[in-house]
């Protein structure tokens, strides 16, 4: 049975521009490895391509992929249907396209819903963590309006006659924070992805400049700027509390510290000479070594601490 559904080069070059051309063949976290054009089937150890050959690598991968939507697909589809399916299904993987929304949608026969569904695949694992990634958000714009574009030409919706509403269906659509801009180098041994920078988010518009929320994979909390970034929050979301005594700083505390063991050194110097036996003096010696040696620790830790300023 001849196939009813033929990616064209307009799928190939739509995934040439975002799968990014890499020479040489680097590894996978998961131990596989990648070359070319996104092409993982026969990528191995040393391998090296040019962009013609990987262009035949992709149209190779493309035919798994029209595959699927033969046997999957049950609706007509026209030509920009078909391709920008195929860059969709290239790109999140046959068993995802099977359990998935779009291709429930596609088969309903509902396929201005499906390329709405399309757009919701625009999230990845970078660095462990779910982040909503600004290439997936484009990449599926591109290919929901490929999808959406009808070989014949648009109808007209004029305007003064069709006057656009907020659709409030779908607002959950948006993301809550910013899409991340991921940098994913396309040379090197390794095939890795990072975020560029970091995630912002506004607690209280009044605050300047803007809070940075910290990755899961970013340093802890341990110095006085982040110290101060949570008493901000805390007086934005707090204010009749935020006029309460501060404990006594770190400081101080080495100061009293410091302070105890010298006491006891210099009492243990000047009690030693009445001591009337050995016992009496080995005690005041030892409570004048713990005295140094707090003293000491005390004088090291404000010094440390300056340094570190």
Not at 112 to 121: F, I
Request: net charge negative; proline share 7%; charged share 25%.
């Amino acid at each position: 049975m001849p196939s009813r559904i033929h990616v064209s080069k307009v799928a190939v070059e739509h995934l040439k521009r975002f799968e990014g051309f890499r020479a040489q063949a680097a590894r996978l976290a998961d131990g596989r490895w990648t070359i070319g054009y996104g092409h993982t089937r026969s990528a191995r150890e040393g391998a090296e391509v040019g962009e013609k050959d990987a262009e035949a690598l992709l149209i190779y991968d493309l035919m798994a992929v029209e595959k699927a939507l033969n046997d999957q697909v049950f609706t007509p589809l026209n030509q920009n249907q078909a391709d920008a399916l195929a860059a969709f299904v290239f790109n999140i993987g046959v068993e995802a396209f099977e359990g998935s929304a779009v291709l429930r949608r596609v088969n309903e026969g509902a396929l201005l819903q499906a390329a709405s569904e399309m757009e919701l695949w625009r999230s990845a694992e970078v660095g462990g963590d779910p982040l909503v990634v600004d290439g997936l958000v484009r990449r599926r714009a591109l290919e929901a309006a490929l999808f959406l574009t009808p070989p014949d030409g648009f109808a007209p919706a004029p305007t003064p006659v069709v006057r656009p509403q907020l659709d409030e269906d779908r607002l959950g659509v948006v993301p809550r924070t910013a899409p991340l801009p991921v940098n994913a180098r396309l040379d090197g041994e390794w095939a890795s992805a990072e975020v560029e920078r970091p995630l912002t988010k506004i607690v209280d518009p009044s605050l300047e400049p803007p809070l940075v929320v910290p990755l899961a994979n970013s340093r802890p909390l341990r110095t006085e700027e982040d110290l101060a970034w949570l008493n901000r929050i805390a007086r934005a979301v707090q204010p009749d509390t935020a006029e309460k005594e501060a404990p006594l700083k770190l400081p101080v505390r080495l100061l009293l510290f410091g302070g105890v063991g010298l006491l006891l050194f210099l009492a243990a110097i000047f009690y030693a000479p009445q001591a009337p036996d050995g016992a009496a003096a080995a005690a005041r010696g030892i409570f004048g070594l713990i005295g140094l040696v707090m003293a000491c620790v005390a004088v090291f830790r404000l010094l440390d601490g300056q340094a570190r300023d």
